[in-house]
């Protein structure tokens, strides 16, 4: 059974920076993949940012292209995801998931989810 737990979220500064953290557990496969996604009130979940089992493939949504680095470290069974230069408009709820198979960063494909961590940038 796969679980994750996703953290680091926290108010902060326009401009500024956070690290989320996502500790999974139960990945054991060439094709687990994990992503960070996020919903803002009134708002549909959309997809952050993914990366590959391996971490040869990565997908950032263009409005945070520049600006987010995702990360993750098999050995720790853990994944990051570095937020500079965060705008008002990054305040949302933040998920870390997973799913097994062809690599996606479309939420509704996702299995396993984080109970998410609030991220607040206030202006």
């Known amino acids: 059974q796969v679980q994750v737990v996703d953290s680091g979220g926290g108010l902060v500064q326009a401009g500024g920076s956070l690290r989320l953290s996502c500790t999974a557990s139960?990945?054991?496969?060439?094709?687990?993949?994990m992503g960070w996604f996020r919903q803002a009130p009134g708002k549909e979940r959309e997809g952050v940012s993914c990366i590959s089992r391996s971490g040869d493939i990565t997908y950032y949504n263009d409005f945070v292209k520049g600006r987010f680095t995702i990360s993750r470290d098999n050995a720790k069974n853990t994944m990051y995801l570095q937020m500079n230069n965060l705008e008002p408009d990054d305040t949302a709820m933040y998920y870390c998931?997973?799913?097994?198979?062809?690599?996606?960063?479309?939420?509704?494909?996702?299995?396993?989810w984080g109970q998410g961590t609030q991220v607040t940038v206030s202006s």
């Open positions: 998931a997973s799913k097994r198979g062809m690599f996606s960063c479309l939420p509704d494909v996702y299995d396993y």
């Open positions: 139960g990945l054991t496969h060439d094709d687990d993949h």
